[in-house]
């Protein structure tokens, strides 16, 4: 079955910089465009990026510049690098992926941004 396993949240004070990384299973990693979104108390999950098997990228405005995404079809993983992190970007990060229309998550990992 389908698998995606988060890691690398954190408390980090603002300013500083983090890396989550989402391993999956079960698909076929190489043909699947992966997303991470985040989900903050009280507000609606949103996407944050995301990258296609092509390696094509899309972020949201409120990380562009900041955030990076990137794969490695051989680790079958996909990473967020984290920099100049601030207090709003304090929520669970979830890594998502689609293969044949359905929609996987994994089961997030908590960042931290102190002021």
């Known amino acids: 079955q389908v698998q995606l396993v988060e890691s690398g949240g954190g408390l980090v004070q603002a300013g500083g910089s983090l890396r989550l990384s989402c391993a999956a299973s079960?698909?076929?990693?190489?043909?699947?465009?992966l997303a991470w979104y985040r989900q903050a108390p009280g507000k609606q999950r949103e996407l944050v990026a995301q990258?296609?098997?092509?390696?094509?990228?899309n972020y949201a405005d409120s990380v562009k510049g900041r955030f990076t995404i990137s794969r490695d079809n051989s680790k079958k993983t996909v990473y967020l690098q984290m920099n100049s992190l601030k207090p709003e970007d304090t929520a669970v990060y979830y890594c998502?992926?689609?293969?044949?229309?359905?929609?996987?998550w994994g089961q997030g990992t908590q960042v931290t941004v102190s002021s």
């Open positions: 998502k992926c689609t293969p044949r229309m359905v929609d996987y």
């Open positions: 079960g698909i076929r990693f190489n043909i699947n465009a």
């Open positions: 990258i296609t098997s092509a390696g094509t990228t």
